[in-house]
């Protein structure tokens, strides 16, 4: 079993910055790729941005050039980095960790992230 553990959500103005954090615990040697969904009320959840283990990186378009994905693979750790944040980020953020020899994914409990305009 994996367990995932948000941080770093909050209120933030237009143009304002901040750093996400999810920490995985438990069969993390398990875990393959992770990453950051969101979803805004009355919206599908949907991809912001993911990393393997190798390092590769994608990103949703409307996250390209303003969010950074990082991560720490050892401790399976991984960051997002939100700059140049608009009323429109605004949404509980998931982490996400998958675990490819069973197919199984797995999500924090989200972090409200609040883009006030």
């Known amino acids: 079993q994996v367990q995932l553990a948000e941080s770093g959500g909050g209120l933030v103005q237009t143009g304002g910055s901040l750093r996400l954090s999810c920490a995985a615990s438990g069969s993390i040697f398990s875990i393959n790729n992770m990453g950051w969904y969101r979803q805004a009320p009355g919206k599908q959840r949907e991809l912001v941005a993911a990393i393997t283990s190798g390092g590769n990186t994608r990103y949703a378009d409307s996250a390209k050039g303003r969010f950074t994905i990082s991560g720490d693979n050892a401790r399976k750790m991984v960051y997002l980095q939100m700059n140049s944040l608009k009323p429109e980020d605004t949404a509980v953020y998931y982490c996400?960790?998958?675990?490819?020899?069973?197919?199984?994914?797995?999500w924090g409990q989200g972090t409200q992230v609040t883009v006030s305009s």
């Open positions: 996400w960790g998958w675990v490819p020899h069973s197919g199984s994914a797995y």
